[in-house]
């Protein structure tokens, strides 16, 4: 619609029933978690599907992921470590990942497997898997197999480039999905290579489209009984994020290309050095309206550069911008910072790893936790993407070790007795 197009339309809707107040209780906290009761049986991979399934976990949901011997989470090798480096239960981005859920250790390469994965979809509300189509065929782990065994069962899959199309049977990681999707060509500086948004980026944003999938999903067959089969293209979900520019290349022909740190709209907005000198420290700065640019020229000591409006700016934005990198490099940063926002400027250092956990934002939103692990004690994960006020989440326990629920799982939830765990072990199902 265009701008206020439905405005007096809305304003003299009846928002709400009559008897309905307009303000809310405060919310009371529940003993318990909202999603306790749903099972997952999770085959996802790396991090763009884990990383859905662990929120799950943190609200309740029973999560079961499959791995083996033969075929390790791949997330186990990667940096950093907990213990030293390449130990195999000890990397902190698999402990994040995973954490909150169990662990059944299943070689499904071998064929008396077969039935146990089946037992596990029957058992399952959902399962989750991110092979590609060609490998979910060769596995016969389609949909249209898997609801025989359950038929409201929910599928989703989540692989890169979704299951049709010419480049769905395409494997790879979230660099080729954000170089897919269109991020490498804006991201970096005019004069040099694209640089790309940092590490596997739609490994980092499709998780959260993710959960509300499958939410819905879940929604739909409470209301209706019917499970469904959920195609999901990381590669597309990232793309909704630069749609603007999509959109601008499509009806004004204007291709986006890289700007360093500039934006399209707000001028300043850079990043820019601060005390010591050469010692890689640096403060983001961006000005969204005339009074914080007013503001921060006051603090330049040039007022007489206040006047010129944004688009005035612009065009002296590299001027602009070497006034302030010579303010600022001579000054502390977290004093500067402090002296940014007071006046109303958009301001923060860039913090590194250990300035990141020792933030005091990050530390009063316990964004960071300390977590049961049965190698280490305990180990570090990131805590829940949302809050909810009444029945809060939060990670129970780092990802697990190889297995380390397999006859829990095995005994408990698929009800088998020792005689029959003993034959699937002696048959190599459990490596």
Request: net charge negative.
């Amino acid at each position: 619609p265009t701008l206020g197009a439905h405005t007096t339309e809305l304003l003299a809707e009846q928002r709400l029933p009559s008897g309905v107040p307009t303000e809310s209780a405060p919310a009371t906290p529940s003993p318990g978690r909202p999603l306790e009761g749903l099972k997952i049986l999770d085959l996802f991979w790396a991090l763009a599907g884990p990383g859905a399934t662990r929120t799950l976990a943190d609200f309740g949901a029973t999560v079961v992921r499959v791995e083996s011997e033969t075929r390790p989470e791949l997330l186990r090798a990667g940096n950093p470590f907990r213990g030293d480096d390449g130990e195999f239960e000890g990397s902190l981005q698999y402990h994040s990942s995973n954490a909150g859920k169990m662990a059944l250790q299943l070689n499904l390469s071998v064929p008396e497997s077969r039935q146990v994965l089946m037992d596990m979809v029957a058992w399952a509300d959902v399962v989750t898997e991110s092979f590609t189509p060609r490998a979910v065929r060769k596995m016969d782990l389609t949909y249209e197999t898997l609801r025989k065994v359950n038929p409201d069962i929910i599928v989703v899959s989540s692989c890169l480039m979704g299951d049709s199309g010419p480049l769905s049977d395409y494997p790879g990681f979230g660099t080729a999905g954000a170089s897919f999707a269109g991020f490498y060509p804006i991201v970096g500086w005019p004069d040099r290579l694209p640089a790309g948004p940092y590490t596997a980026y739609t490994d980092y944003v499709s998780p959260r489209p993710t959960v509300a999938a499958i939410l819905a999903a879940v929604d739909h067959r409470e209301r209706t009984g019917e499970g469904q089969h959920i195609d999901f293209s990381q590669m597309e979900a990232a793309m909704h994020l630069i749609s603007p520019l999509l959109l601008d290349d499509v009806l004004h022909n204007r291709t986006a290309g890289r700007v360093g740190n500039a934006d399209r709209v707000m001028v300043p907005h850079t990043v820019a050095p601060t005390a010591p000198a050469g010692g890689d420290e640096w403060i983001a700065i961006a000005c969204e309206t005339d009074d914080q640019w007013q503001s921060l020229a006051s603090l330049l000591g040039r007022a007489d550069l206040a006047g010129p409006t944004n688009d005035e700016r612009r065009s002296r934005s590299d001027e602009i911008e070497a006034l302030i990198s010579d303010w600022t490099a001579t000054q502390d940063g977290e004093s500067l910072q402090e002296q940014l926002q007071a006046a109303g400027v958009p301001a923060h250092q860039v913090q590194n790893s250990a300035e990141c956990v020792a933030d005091p934002q990050l530390r009063h939103r316990d964004h960071f936790r300390t977590v049961p692990h049965p190698t280490y004690g305990d180990s570090f994960v990131e805590t829940s993407p949302f809050n909810l006020s009444r029945t809060p989440g939060a990670p129970q326990w780092a990802g697990p070790t190889m297995g380390q629920h397999t006859f829990e799982v095995l005994s408990e939830l698929l009800g088998y007795d020792t005689d029959r765990i003993a034959d699937i072990a002696a048959a190599g199902c459990l490596e």
